[in-house]
């Protein structure tokens, strides 16, 4: 009997859901060595990545009080081609609809919520990873920012962590970057001057992207001179940048 090669088998099989994945590991040994191959593993959570589309919805019932977090899947097909899209709600890990629920980023397939802690979460195994405690504190001075992405060099997922303290002039920028591949944190030296970073982050090419101010005020009592610009964290190296 024929048999198809194995560029058109990863093909079909890619575009498969988990659950059929899981039963088509049974056929026969090669195929179960190609499905559990880290290569097809990336390159299903890829094509699955660009099938769906995870939106935040906020609900107002009436009142501030009565506020409800939601978030939502639909087909990217669907919302491409289709009038009306049906956005079916997604009961993600820890799930409480009174609860703020922020996406960080996916990547993938990986999707990064922060909820009371940081979670890692698998939409198509349905399985998640809460991180580990980063060490940084709340004040009342100070707020957060974070990124997520892909070191494909190390080939290990990462989120950062920022923290700016606003009314002191020393140590005021915090960066703290997890690994997955290693589930720590470790901080990031080498902190230029930057304010404040405004969020949402991108993942482009390896990097995560803010909009930042770089200057600090000359004097605390003078105000502030804001000095726009992109700045960026190299996943791989870990350094700080700015686009030109």
């Not at 499905?35 to 107002?60: G, Y």
């Not at 409480?96 to 698998?122: D, E, F, H, K, Y």
């Not at 709340?138 to 957060?144: C, Q, Y």
Request: aromatic content about 12%; some cysteine; overall charge neutral.
């Amino acid at each position: 009997m024929p048999t198809l090669p194995t560029e058109v088998v990863t093909e079909i099989l890619s575009r498969l859901t988990v659950k059929s994945l899981l039963k088509f590991k049974c056929v026969s040994k090669s195929w179960r060595a190609l499905i559990s191959s880290p290569e097809f593993v990336k390159t299903h959570l890829t094509v699955c990545a660009h099938q769906r589309v995870v939106l935040s919805e906020v609900r107002d019932l009436f009142s501030f009080r009565d506020v409800q977090y939601i978030l939502k899947d639909c087909s990217l097909n669907s919302l491409r081609n289709d009038p009306v899209t049906e956005a079916l709600d997604l009961y993600y890990p820890m799930y409480n609809p009174q609860q703020n629920v922020c996406i960080v980023g996916s990547v993938n397939g990986l999707i990064c919520l922060a909820i009371r802690i940081m979670t890692l979460w698998n939409l198509s195994m349905k399985l998640f990873r809460h991180l580990p405690d980063s060490g940084l504190r709340v004040s009342g001075d100070s707020s957060f920012v974070y990124g997520f992405g892909y070191d494909e060099y190390n080939d290990d997922y990462k989120v950062v962590c920022v923290r700016h303290r606003f009314l002191i002039l020393e140590d005021h920028v915090v960066v703290k970057i997890y690994s997955l591949k290693s589930n720590s944190w470790s901080s990031m030296d080498d902190i230029p001057d930057v304010v404040r970073l405004i969020k949402p982050c991108k993942f482009v090419n390896g990097k995560l992207h803010w909009t930042g101010v770089l200057s600090w005020a000359n004097n605390i009592y003078g105000g502030f001179h804001k000095d726009w610009n992109i700045v960026s964290i190299d996943l791989e190296h870990e350094k700080w940048g700015e686009v030109e």
